[in-house]
Nanobody
Framework: QVQLVESGGGLVQDGGSLRLSCAAS????????MGWYRQAPGKQRELVAS???????TYTDSVKGRFTISRDNARNMWYLQMNSLKPEDTAVYYC????????????????WGQGTQVTVSS
């Protein structure tokens, strides 16, 4: 059974930094794309950043220059370094693997972590 588990959330002051981690475990053949989403109260879930196995990255405009996504392919882990945090970044952050394959011939499927709370105080 595949599981994604986030860690590293917490309470931080305006302008501070946090580093989120996502660990994928279980039967895993490949993870083509690794991503981070967030959801603030009363708002829709938003893609924050993504990274492919080859290292190509995507960021939502509001975090460009402040957040950095990275990955460790050998360990099936990925990270979100968040600097210069703002109160607007307060949300539950979820890691996501949209096309994770459990075997070479299986279809890539969508997996989600349980979420970790990030709160930025003003």
């Amino acid at each position: 059974q595949v599981q994604l588990v986030e860690s590293g959330g917490g309470l931080v002051q305006d302008g501070g930094s946090l580093r989120l981690s996502c660990a994928a475990s279980g039967r895993i053949f490949s993870i083509n794309t690794m991503g981070w989403y967030r959801q603030a109260p009363g708002k829709q879930r938003e893609l924050v950043a993504s990274i492919t196995i080859s290292g190509a990255t995507t960021y939502t405009d509001s975090v460009k220059g402040r957040f950095t996504i990275s990955r460790d392919n050998a360990r099936n882990m990925w990270y979100l370094q968040m600097n210069s945090l703002k109160p607007e970044d307060t949300a539950v952050y979820y890691c996501n693997a949209p096309t994770l394959k459990t075997t070479r011939l299986s279809t890539g499927r969508d997996y989600w972590g349980q979420g970790t709370q990030v709160t930025v105080s003003s």
